[in-house]
């Protein structure tokens, strides 16, 4: 789980009412108080900076390779750099504090796990989601652009650092917050690009599929797994890398049948044809979930989900 509230108060004044007090882990360090979930890993370095690992770990890559982390956790210490992010998968935020309540907080190499930002009566607020921020309670005035971009763009969500709230933004990829006395920072990672220049030869595909099913092997697992199939590419990789992995027996598939008005009936026929053809192909069970927009509860259900 990774839940967290992280504030850093301009000056020492008492706890405020929208304080974390439901999560029961709790440090305070000079100006800034952490609220947050058992961590998955967590240490303090010669320095007496703690850090705080939230979230899921799979690994560590090392050579193509995502070797499994150990019962004894401790090369995770290797994120004391944040420059080192991008070797250790997984879906995770990284928080250090040191002893003046100096904050990092860092999400993982493709920013998965999402840091949202708030500053409310002269106080910095991180938290791992909205509804830990005191925009829950007191409400805001909406970002339209965030609206716009969430009902035109694919993916149905305000573009990466923004909210649907003009109060409230969200840490981007390669980036870190800085916080200490109310006062914030925004760090950024080394981004080191690769050369488009060579010329790509055959043995360059094997490596790719060699990376991508390492990638997948990491991630899944021997007693089985279950790929959402949209029938587009990536879900039938996906698929096929299972089934080569692990067997037609260790895998099976869903696909939701999606109805938005009674005018447009079932939106997605097309899909679900091919994802039957597909999991046919494969002789993998597939199921079809029903998935009815026109219902306030499902309605619900999503705009919690994805805000």
Not at 36 to 61: E, T
Not at 77 to 85: A, P
Not at 108 to 130: A, C, H, M, P
Not at 166 to 186: A, C, H, M, P, Q
Request: aromatic letters at 10%; one cysteine or more.
């Amino acid at each position: 789980m990774t839940n967290f509230v992280l504030i850093s108060k301009s000056n020492k004044k008492g706890e405020q009412s929208y304080a974390a007090n439901s999560i029961k882990n709790k440090i305070s360090i000079g100006n800034t108080t952490l609220y947050h979930s058992d961590p998955y890993y967590s240490w303090k370095n010669s320095k007496n900076d703690q850090f705080y690992i939230l979230g899921n770990i799979i690994g560590i890559r090392k050579n193509n390779k995502i070797e499994d982390i150990p019962q004894e956790k401790s090369n995770l210490k290797i994120l004391e750099n944040s420059n080192l992010i991008s070797e250790v998968e997984g879906r995770f935020v990284i928080i250090k504090i040191s002893e003046t309540g100096l904050s990092e907080v860092w999400s993982d190499n493709f920013g998965t796990r999402e840091v949202y930002k708030q500053t409310f009566d002269g106080n910095v607020i991180l938290s791992s989601n909205l509804s830990l921020l005191p925009i829950a309670k007191s409400g805001g005035e909406f970002n339209q652009l965030g609206f716009a971009h969430t009902l035109t763009v694919y993916g149905s969500r305000p573009a990466k650092k923004h909210t649907l709230y003009k109060d409230v933004s969200r840490l981007g990829v390669n980036e870190g917050f800085k916080v200490i006395n109310g006062n914030l920072e925004i760090l950024k990672r080394d981004f080191i690009a690769k050369s488009t220049k060579p010329v790509y030869s055959e043995d360059k595909l094997e490596e790719y599929t060699d990376l991508f099913l390492e990638a997948v092997r990491a991630r899944a697992s021997e007693n089985g797994n279950i790929v959402y199939l949209s029938s587009g590419w990536d879900s039938t990789s996906i698929l096929a890398a299972l089934v080569h992995l692990f067997g037609k027996d260790k895998t099976r598939c869903i696909i939701g049948r999606m109805r938005y008005s009674e005018r447009s009936a079932v939106i997605n026929q097309i899909e679900i044809d091919k994802a039957l053809a597909i999991a046919d192909y494969y002789d993998v069970k597939i199921d079809i979930i029903e998935l009815d927009y026109r219902k306030d509860e499902l309605l619900h259900w999503l705009v919690e989900f994805y805000y």
